[in-house]
């Protein structure tokens, strides 16, 4: 696919690289097959593997039907689970590359704690999934389907799980939840109370010896930071360590030469603590630059994933720590936007983040972080920057993003647009409401709003505002009865008093991006286009108010962004950033084709156009955060 109807594909993607790298790492894995060396992370933008010690990462998405990932576990023969924030739960017997979902009761769906693979995966194709919920789920045909496997225990919210390495004798498990901890002798087909159900603290982790056959030791963590031991199979347990750290305990790692050297380390907030007795005593090892939410290990070699600072990598068993991150990365960006030459990028979590020189380094903004999480942007000025933080209200920036001044205490506002003369500006709400500002938004009122009671998912300004006095709302309606969810596109021709409805689409999406064409001078706002679900609408501008709907990729994947450069009905090229790569039409949207020469990523949530002027390049921002460009001239 080219760029224009007369390019040849002759120009490529450039990778710029990422905002940031880093982001939560939910849960982690190392490879048990020494013929593929490989590290695994979850994310909540998929998987990610490095298949040279950490040095490197790539991002793992194909055939993942959400990226939003909680947990992840290699079984002893490399097969892969991971289990998602929506109770989803996939498997990948090629060691990461591609995924396949597994069929789980929507009735047991629940966010995934923790997974976990058989020891004897490859006789028994069995693994298990604790949720927060959904109680202990169990999948005995490798993945294919999952069903419950909590009976026995009184709880749906399992915190975590463990499981004795060798079952040639005893299939031994254990399963902490809000009422105790649980054991199970026959792979988790039947449950039982240990003697810690009488304990008033909450497990949120458990490790097993190596040699359980022979010690019968497990350890149990709590979320108020107490160490329990227990050397007899659970019957009985100790208190080994009160307040252990500054925090919850976890997780827990139990080294495999646990025998001779005795050792255990646990992730107790930020700190990494050390015992080379069992756990009788600690020390403080390291403390990392974020709360510690995994630990996993291979000898000497363990990882931790981190909130918000990717994974660290320890090879002396957890006394030292190095940032193993560059190239990961999972943040949360939303969407891009040029603004006075520089490309900025915003996230509910991130903030707002600048790009200092063109292709150089990232900075993140201060003075937004009480107001976070971020739900709303209208980023087109340099003077005159808007944000919306959903508990606090519009922000206001006069410098560039370099301070911020609050200017309307009202919550849930997630639409922002601004005028192209600066002055004029419209917030949307979740609850319908819509706003106005006639002073480049230093002061808010109320107006009026032709979707009470509609959620408000985006506002867009006809460029050409001065003269058609154009403004369109993008609107989700929930569905009632036998009436699907649906997506509806309003328009105002006198600068937001009236209102029509234009166009609805059915979809359980809970956006609308609203784009008018670029390069446009006659009758821009009558040529908008927008991207909602699977699908790109276009107006059929030769009957009155009839829009056409298209599906952009033929897979079904979500079109997060849209942007048209050109007269729509005379050769306006279209792009869609989407689930499954970038898409470009040379035909108005009637058709589409993949535009992937030179990407390097599957997923992308955000494309825009930025130049002097006239367009000059593409900048398309992937899922995680790592931005390409794709020069249109030259």
């Not at 030791?217 to 100790?238: M, N, P, Q």
């Not at 600048?354 to 942007?377: F, H, I, M, N, V």
């Not at 670029?518 to 107006?539: K, M, W």
């Amino acid at each position: 696919m080219s760029a224009s109807k007369g390019d040849s594909q002759t120009k490529r993607w450039e990778y710029r690289g990422p905002i940031s790298t880093g982001g939560t790492v939910f849960s982690l894995a190392i490879s048990p097959v020494p013929s593929v060396p490989a590290y695994w992370a979850a994310t909540s933008c998929g998987v990610f593997i490095s298949r040279d010690g950490g040095q490197t990462w790539a991002q793992s998405l194909r055939g993942l039907t959400t990226p939003l990932l909680s947990a992840i576990g290699v079984a002893p023969n490399g097969a892969l689970f991971a289990g998602a924030l929506d109770g989803d739960l996939f498997v990948s017997l090629d060691f990461g590359l591609t995924w396949k979902a597994g069929l789980v009761p929507q009735e047991l769906k629940a966010t995934v704690t923790a997974v976990l693979a058989s020891p004897k995966f490859s006789e028994d194709g069995t693994a298990f999934a604790a949720t927060d919920g959904g109680g202990l789920l169990a999948t005995r045909n490798s993945g294919n389907s999952w069903e419950d496997s909590s009976f026995g225990i009184g709880d749906a919210t399992i915190l975590a799980v463990a499981a004795a390495p060798d079952w040639s004798r005893s299939e031994t498990m254990f399963a902490a939840t809000p009422d105790g901890i649980f054991i199970s002798r026959n792979g988790g087909r039947a449950w039982r109370e240990t003697g810690f159900t009488e304990a008033e603290e909450t497990v949120s982790a458990l490790a097993v010896s190596p040699m359980f056959d022979q010690d019968q030791t497990v350890f149990a963590g709590t979320e108020e930071g107490t160490l329990y031991r227990s050397r007899d199979g659970g019957r009985r347990w100790e208190a080994l360590q009160e307040n252990l750290g500054q925090g919850p305990i976890n997780c827990l790692w139990v080294a495999p030469d646990f025998a001779e050297s005795r050792r255990l380390v646990a992730g107790v907030g930020a700190e990494v603590l050390i015992s080379t007795d069992a756990g009788e005593t600690w020390r403080p090892a390291a403390r990392l630059p974020g709360t510690i939410l995994s630990l996993t290990g291979d000898g000497p070699v363990l990882l931790a994933g981190l909130y918000d600072a990717g994974v660290w990598k320890s090879t002396d068993g957890g006394e030292t720590w190095a940032s193993i991150s560059t190239g990961l990365a999972a943040r949360g960006f939303a969407s891009l936007a040029s603004v006075g030459g520089r490309l900025y990028a915003i996230g509910p979590q991130e903030g707002l983040w600048r790009e200092e020189a063109s292709g150089g380094p990232w900075r993140r903004l201060t003075g937004l972080d009480a107001y976070l999480p971020l739900s709303g942007r209208a980023l087109h000025r340099p003077d005159n920057l808007l944000v919306a933080g959903q508990e606090h209200g519009i922000l206001r920036s006069t410098d560039g993003g370099e301070t911020w001044a609050l200017v309307c205490e009202r919550q849930n506002v997630q639409a922002l647009a601004l005028a192209p003369d600066g002055l004029l500006a419209w917030a949307g709400t979740a609850d319908g409401q819509l706003l106005a500002s006639r002073d480049g938004g230093q002061t808010w009122q109320e107006a009026g709003t032709p979707a009470g009671g509609q959620e408000i998912l985006s506002i867009a300004v006809s460029p050409a505002f001065a003269h058609d006095r154009t403004l369109f709302l993008g609107t989700h309606i929930p569905g009632t009865g036998n009436t699907p969810a649906r997506v509806a596109l309003w328009r105002s021709r006198d600068g937001g008093e009236t209102w029509q409805q234009l166009t609805t689409q059915t979809t359980d999406a809970r956006w609308v991006d609203i784009a008018m064409p670029i390069g446009v001078l006659d009758e821009v706002a009558s040529q908008a286009v927008l991207a909602t679900g699977a699908y790109c609408l276009r107006p059929l501008r030769r009957a009155k108010d009839v829009w056409i709907s298209s599906r952009v990729d033929p897979k079904g994947a979500n079109v997060l962004s849209v942007l048209a450069i050109g007269e729509i009905d005379h050769g306006a090229v279209l792009y869609a950033a989407t689930g499954n790569g970038i898409f470009a039409s040379i035909d108005s949207g009637r058709t589409w084709q993949p535009f992937s020469e030179g990407l390097g990523a599957d997923s992308f949530i955000s494309i825009i156009a930025a130049g002097n002027g006239q367009p000059e390049a593409l900048y398309a921002l992937s899922l995680g955060g790592i931005v390409w460009r794709y020069a249109l001239n030259g």
